[in-house]
């Protein structure tokens, strides 16, 4: 079981930042009205909202590269929780932004899963 969170935890993280650098707009499917974004400290609720904070990023392009990637079956009936730690590099910057990230997944009846809770932070230092 555990190998299999850590698969689809994987697979998840893989096809999210894929999607985040090469078409931001294509995001939303990922979230329900029900997901919440902390990006930086801003709270935003609904896929509708949390599509429109992210593709008005002030920037056009960017490139993730992944460090690790931490799974764990979550107390939700196949929920999985993703902590991700990295670099991202902005098109024309020099030094590149350490983050981390957290995501809840939830599975959907269809068999896939959909992002409940969504926390992301740039680390400073």
């Not at 190998?3 to 894929?18: P, T």
Request: aromatic share 12%; charged share 15%; with cysteine.
């Amino acid at each position: 079981m555990e190998e299999q969170v850590e698969l689809v935890g994987k697979a998840f993280v893989d096809h999210y930042y894929h999607l985040f650098d090469t078409n931001r707009a294509s995001l939303s499917s990922l979230y329900q009205p029900t997901s919440m974004l902390s990006f930086e400290g801003q709270k935003i609720q609904g896929m509708e909202e949390i599509a429109s904070k992210l593709t008005q990023l002030p920037f056009d392009q960017c490139h993730h590269s992944i460090s690790t990637i931490d799974s764990q079956s979550s107390s939700c009936t196949g929920g999985i929780i993703v902590f991700v730690s990295g670099n991202l590099q902005l098109q024309g910057e020099e030094h590149h932004l350490r983050f981390s990230q957290m995501f809840h997944l939830i599975p959907t009846p269809q068999g896939s899963f959909f992002v409940q809770n969504d926390i992301f932070r740039l680390n400073y230092g």
